[in-house]
């Protein structure tokens, strides 16, 4: 049977606004040119100079109060898309309990947000059961359900929509046959038994992954009103952002975790978001994308791996409107993808990838960590360290390849908890 937790009545806790470095969708753009007007730039844009003005940045205040802001509004207006800096959060705990023959904590917390009629974003927190301090926390999302990452029917089975290939759905519909189907990818007893906890969402939870939906009638965006041009409206990567966003308001408020401790992770998409989510909120300590590719950690600039018009094309409903103008024309880009590794700084950042995994493009994002590097360094941080062509793992600014392919398992776990432990110590 397993053990409940003495608060696991269902308590519902409203958060306060926690003070977010989140841009602001209600600023004004009158000065961003049309794509048609940007100036071509064959080589990656200077981090330390600005768009506006090409003003050099010198200081960590200058960055932090001009090119960091500038950056944000960039990268919201050319290619994610603007979304809601904030909404209140209402959490309630709806199961608190051991699970994995006592070797695993499983919290099921639901979050309503905004007027409370966007479906609610379900949280499965798996926790050490024995912690003596608060753990620090992965958060990541997940397309399958939280159902999926441990066979154990005390976990919710998703209610939301699942993408057929998804273990066990039927009609788009998860199933109790999915349980644990994914499990291979989330070593849970691990992470747990190192000292870790994990929050995972259901990415549905926010906004399925529909490729026909780009009316977005579904998920989070029907629900909030963000007042900006249409080319500038969020796509579905910055809607997961804003769910991110909003676990991490929770998170800051649970003492059952450290709120001071979040790392975003998250592969190939889900790897974009881990890096958009905490390049735009400080509340983040830690990012690892791994094999996040285009728009993610490589380089739209990079003539390697998935090209903008493949990406804009396979995936419409992934960037704003304004993304696609870029396609085969990404030398106008303002921005590239080395600059939102630089708003992580002096953060921990590692960059994960597999030698094989061409799509997503390996050299493109280590040429992103070396160029992001001079904004650590400026920030107090050593940023990348190379030895020759060796990249050190446990450095603040890192990138990491092993053999393989697109996956995320076991070894790849390892190397996360490697450069987590190091920066936040052995838990
Ligand atoms: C596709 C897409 C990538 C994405 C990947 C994934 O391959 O082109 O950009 O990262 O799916 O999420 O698995």
Redesign the pocket.
Do not use: N, P
């Given at each position: 049977m397993p053990r409940r937790h003495p608060l696991s009545v269902a308590a519902v806790l409203i958060l306060a606004f926690a003070p977010c470095a989140c841009s602001s969708a209600s600023e004004p753009l009158p000065e961003l040119p049309a794509v048609s007007e940007l100036p071509r730039r064959d080589e990656l844009p200077d981090a330390l100079t600005t768009f506006i003005g090409a003003r050099s940045i010198d200081s960590p205040d200058a960055w932090r109060d001009v090119r960091a802001p500038e950056l944000r509004r960039l990268f919201q207006h050319y290619v994610y898309g603007f979304w809601p800096t904030t909404a209140e959060v209402r959490s309630e705990v709806i199961k608190d309990v051991t699970i994995a023959g006592g070797k695993v904590r499983y919290k099921h917390v639901r979050l309503t947000h905004g007027d409370g009629s966007a479906p609610p974003i379900n949280v499965a927190l798996f926790l050490p059961p024995a912690a003596t301090r608060a753990p620090p926390v992965f958060l990541a999302l997940d397309p399958c359900g939280n159902h999926t990452l441990i066979a154990d029917p005390e976990v919710a089975l998703s209610s939301a929509w699942v993408d057929g290939l998804c273990p066990g759905a039927v009609d788009n519909k998860a199933t109790e046959a999915g349980r644990g189907g994914r499990a291979e990818r989330w070593p849970i007893a691990l992470i747990v038994e190192r000292g870790f906890a994990l929050a995972a969402v259901h990415e549905s939870d926010i906004d399925p992954d529909n490729r026909d939906d780009t009316s977005f009638a579904d998920g989070v965006h029907p629900h909030y009103q963000v007042d900006v041009a249409p080319a500038q409206r969020w796509g579905t990567i910055a809607a997961w952002t804003f769910g991110v966003q909003r676990v991490v308001d929770h998170l800051v408020a649970d003492s059952d975790v450290d709120g001071k401790r979040i790392i975003t992770v998250g592969?190939?998409?889900?790897?974009?978001v881990a890096l958009l989510a905490a390049a735009f909120d400080e509340r983040i300590a830690m990012a690892i994308p791994h094999?996040?590719?285009?728009?993610?950690a490589t380089l739209s600039r990079s003539s390697l791996g998935?090209s903008l018009f493949?990406?804009n094309g396979?995936?419409p409903h992934w960037f704003n409107d304004t993304f696609p103008l870029f396609n085969n024309k990404e030398v106008f880009l303002p921005v590239d993808q080395h600059l939102l590794i630089a708003l992580v700084a002096p953060r921990p950042l590692l960059a994960t990838n597999g030698d094989d995994d061409s799509?997503?493009d390996p050299p493109g994002a280590l040429r992103a960590v070396e160029a992001a590097s001079p904004v650590y360094e400026l920030l107090g941080s050593s940023g990348l360290q190379k030895n020759g062509n060796d990249v050190l793992l446990e450095a603040d600014l890192s990138w990491h390849s092993r053999p393989g392919g697109?996956s995320l398992g076991l070894e790849d776990w390892q190397t996360f908890l490697r450069f987590a432990e190091h920066h936040f110590g052995a838990q």
């Open positions: 592969h190939s998409r889900r790897g974009k094999q996040s590719g285009t728009g993610g998935e493949a990406i396979l995936f799509w997503a697109h």
